[in-house]
């Protein structure tokens, strides 16, 4: 079983930057898509960015393109999820989420909520204007 910790949320200006970690324990985290997703007070949660098992490929909302970027190492079992230009829409508790793939799957980056075998507890991220 996977066992997901985020951390490296916080309080930030609008326009600064923050970089959220996803650590995994529990099974070699190298043939798991990750998925980062976020959900405001009120809202539903909602995809952020993905990045595939190979990490040779990445897919990110329309909301975040060209300020968040998502990288992963595999060797200390992490995704990170750096966020610049941050918004105070940007406001939430941000989660991250792995989808495991015994074959295939080098390209995969799932966008939906539904397609993840585990999820984290959550990190806040709180962007004041």
């Known amino acids: 079983q996977v066992q997901l910790v985020e951390s490296g949320g916080g309080l930030v200006q609008a326009g600064g930057s923050l970089r959220l970690s996803c650590a995994a324990s529990g099974v070699p985290f190298s043939r798991y898509a990750v998925g980062w997703f976020r959900q405001a007070p009120g809202k539903e949660r909602e995809f952020v960015a993905a990045i595939s098992w190979s990490a040779s490929s990445t897919n990110f909302a329309d909301s975040v393109k060209g300020r968040f970027t998502i990288s992963r190492d595999n060797a200390k079992d992490t995704v990170y999820l750096q966020m610049n230009s941050l918004k105070p829409e940007d406001t939430a508790v941000y989660y991250c989420?792995?989808?495991?793939?015994?074959?295939?799957?080098?390209?995969?980056?799932?966008?939906?909520?539904?397609?993840?075998?585990?999820w984290g507890q959550g990190t806040q991220v709180t962007v004041s204007s």
């Open positions: 989420a792995s989808k495991i793939y015994y074959s295939y799957g080098y390209y995969d980056t799932p966008r939906s909520i539904v397609e993840y075998d585990y």
